[in-house]
């Protein structure tokens, strides 16, 4: 279940930071088991899982919410809230690991000789003279 509240008058993050411990805690005593905040740059997103129907019902119902909803920056169309997850997100399923590009692979340092450095440090430096 999600509830959108787009900027208006006031910046709606501002509305999350005045109402949003009353939405978190009314959605734990209606039995939710899963909540979460999103911010865009249009405005936020509380989402909010629950095991049933009447649960949702009861949320949405409830005095606390119904003051949040009423308190939104643009009570005429800045807030939107509908059974689903925020704009065109899936059904909530945890997501598998990807696999790692290349398999993973990284190069490995090539193991240099301690000899081949005394056999560099050995030759004679050479002298280059620029004539003009």
Not at 56 to 78: E, H, I, K
């Amino acid at each position: 279940m999600s509830i959108e509240v787009i900027d208006g008058a006031f910046p709606a993050s501002f509305w999350a930071e005045a109402f949003g411990d009353r939405l978190v805690e009314t959605a734990l005593l209606d039995g939710a088991v899963d909540w979460t905040w999103h911010r865009s740059t249009w405005g936020v997103i509380f989402e909010v899982a629950f095991a049933d129907e009447d649960a949702w019902d009861r949320f949405r119902n409830s005095a606390g919410v119904q003051a949040a909803l009423d308190g939104v920056p643009d009570p005429v169309s800045g807030v939107i809230v509908y059974r689903g997850r925020g704009g065109s997100s899936p059904k909530h399923q945890p997501r598998k690991p990807r696999p790692l590009l290349g398999s993973g692979a990284a190069a490995l340092p090539l193991p240099i000789e301690d000899d081949w450095w005394a056999l560099l440090e050995d030759e004679p430096r050479s002298q280059t003279f620029l004539v003009h």
